[in-house]
């Protein structure tokens, strides 16, 4: 029997975004009232990635990107290598915690992020996510079955921001793209994963550590790809 009070977190390094979302998938699929709550840290080679809303329109010109059709909410994002993912896949029932508040959750542990590098980050009505002067530095997109989350919040670190520039992030024509690196050219940027899992861990009221990446990875690494898949 698991602890109900920790949040388990695994660092996965750079992940493929399709094997990743099976594998979520699955844990999601295979959990039940015993299983841990736990936190998925990546990166993820060039995506773009549609949302359950998403729209053909707002995908402009992907080139040699490809681009995968999902299940989660949300419009057309990008992925790449220097932006943080996070994927917690937490039993919300039993938690206690409803989608819209753990949005809100997700949204507030960036913000604190950005405040302890003297950044102030804010919400826009509508748009859920993180952003720093009109730029957006955070995206958000979640599924959830069967009362537990997957999928979750991408943030911005060092990222090559160019790619957004051939799509309408999140559904927005013309919206500009931050990222850490270029606001606080001194950020730590490698404490940043830690620092996210301790304070989403103490906002959900859950203890952390960091487990053995073995499981999580096994899962990822025996999935296959999937219909959906487009090349752009």
Not at 12 to 33: F, K, V
Not at 139 to 148: A, D, E, N, P, T
Request: charged residues 25%; proline residues 7%; contains cysteine.
């Amino acid at each position: 029997m698991s602890d109900g009070n920790a949040l388990q977190v695994r660092r996965l390094g750079r992940r493929a975004y399709i094997d990743t979302w099976r594998a979520m998938q699955a844990y999601t699929d295979r959990r039940d009232a015993d299983s841990p709550d736990e936190l998925w840290l990546l990166e993820h080679p060039p995506v773009f990635t549609q949302g359950l809303a998403g729209r053909p329109e707002h995908v402009l010109d992907p080139g040699d990107i490809p681009v995968i059709e999902t299940d989660r909410g949300g419009q057309v994002t990008y992925h790449g290598p220097g932006q943080m993912v996070a994927y917690p896949l937490l039993d919300i029932q039993r938690l206690g915690v409803g989608i819209r508040d753990l949005v809100c959750r997700l949204e507030s542990v960036i913000i604190d992020l950005l405040a302890e590098h003297r950044i102030a980050g804010e919400r826009q009505s509508g748009a859920p996510g993180v952003f720093v002067e009109g730029a957006k530095i955070a995206s958000i997109g979640m599924k959830v079955r069967r009362g537990c989350t997957f999928h979750g919040i991408a943030f911005n670190l060092d990222i090559d921001l160019t790619p957004f520039e051939r799509i309408n992030p999140c559904g927005f024509a013309g919206q500009p793209m931050t990222r850490l690196a270029d606001l606080r050219p001194d950020a730590d940027l490698a404490r940043i994963p830690e620092r996210f899992a301790q304070r989403l861990a103490d906002g959900l009221g859950l203890d952390w550590v960091y487990s053995a990446t073995h499981d999580a990875e096994q899962a990822v690494e025996s999935t296959t790809p999937a219909p959906g898949t487009s090349a752009g």
